[in-house]
């Protein structure tokens, strides 16, 4: 008889226990995630870290295909009107496929290619060094220059700035970055989210 309430109250009190609420756990990135009573444990936490992670990562990237790379390219095609520039310049890597295209849409043979590598300098001033150099002899032209995206605005804006020196310049891109540098004369999309185009490498 004495075992049967022992027995008893165990479960009474392991039932009171469960019942009892236990604060909110403010565990996922400083916000309150779960209204549960039984805290997390660190595994949990980590799962829920590393699927949050993943979520924010698909929720901020956008998939650029080929297909609306190709769409967009006619569109900014249409956009510059083509006594504006003689030949076409695209900025290493984005720039290149995008001059490559616009050229066949409007029949400009002439294309070159302006590659840059950005370092540290000093906290305030990185520095911009060329890497790839276009032809030594454009002088006197008008060219379009054109990369896929306008994001620091610092590679486009020194590119910009070289090759204005002994050229006329107008500018174009696909996508600008509403924090940016340098806002090219022709763009389509201002985004803030990360753009993975069919050239970037995803592994």
């Given at each position: 008889?004495?075992?049967?309430?022992?027995?008893?109250?165990?479960?009474k009190?392991?039932?009171?226990?469960f019942?009892?609420?236990?604060?909110r756990?403010k565990?996922?990135d400083?916000?309150?995630?779960?209204?549960?009573?039984?805290?997390?444990?660190?595994l949990?936490?980590?799962?829920?870290?590393?699927?949050?992670?993943?979520?924010?990562?698909?929720?901020?990237?956008?998939?650029?295909?080929?297909?609306?790379?190709?769409?967009?390219?006619?569109?900014?095609?249409?956009?510059?009107?083509k006594?504006?520039?003689?030949?076409?310049?695209?900025?290493?890597?984005?720039?290149?496929?995008?001059?490559?295209?616009?050229?066949?849409?409007?029949?400009?043979?002439?294309?070159?290619?302006?590659?840059?590598?950005?370092?540290?300098g000093t906290k305030?001033?990185?520095?911009?060094?060329?890497?790839?150099?276009?032809?030594?002899?454009?002088?006197?032209?008008?060219?379009?220059?054109?990369d896929?995206?306008?994001?620091?605005?610092r590679?486009?804006?020194?590119?910009?700035g070289?090759?204005?020196?002994?050229?006329?310049?107008?500018?174009?891109?696909?996508?600008i970055?509403p924090?940016?540098?340098?806002?090219?004369?022709?763009?389509?999309?201002r985004?803030?989210?990360?753009?993975?185009?069919p050239?970037?490498?995803?592994?």
């Open positions: 008889m004495s075992r049967v309430r022992i027995r008893t109250a165990e479960l009190f392991s039932a009171e226990n019942n009892e609420p236990v604060p756990q565990f996922f400083g916000k309150i995630f779960s209204r549960g009573r039984i805290p997390p444990s660190p949990i936490k980590f799962l829920l870290h590393s699927a949050y992670d993943d979520l924010m990562d698909v929720m901020k990237k956008i998939k650029y295909t080929w297909r609306q790379f190709q769409r967009d390219a006619e569109k900014l095609a249409g956009l510059v009107p006594d504006k520039y003689n030949c076409i310049v695209g900025i290493s890597l984005g720039g290149v496929p995008l001059a490559a295209l616009i050229g066949k849409i409007i029949g400009q043979k002439k294309f070159y290619t302006i590659g840059y590598h950005g370092y540290r305030k001033q990185p520095v911009i060094k060329k890497t790839i150099s276009y032809n030594p002899d454009l002088k006197n032209k008008k060219i379009l220059l054109v896929d995206i306008s994001d620091t605005g590679t486009f804006k020194k590119a910009y070289d090759l204005s020196k002994n050229n006329k310049v107008v500018s174009a891109a696909l996508h970055k924090k940016t540098a340098f806002i090219p004369d022709y763009w389509l999309h985004t803030e989210k990360w753009i993975q185009y050239w970037d490498y995803d592994n």
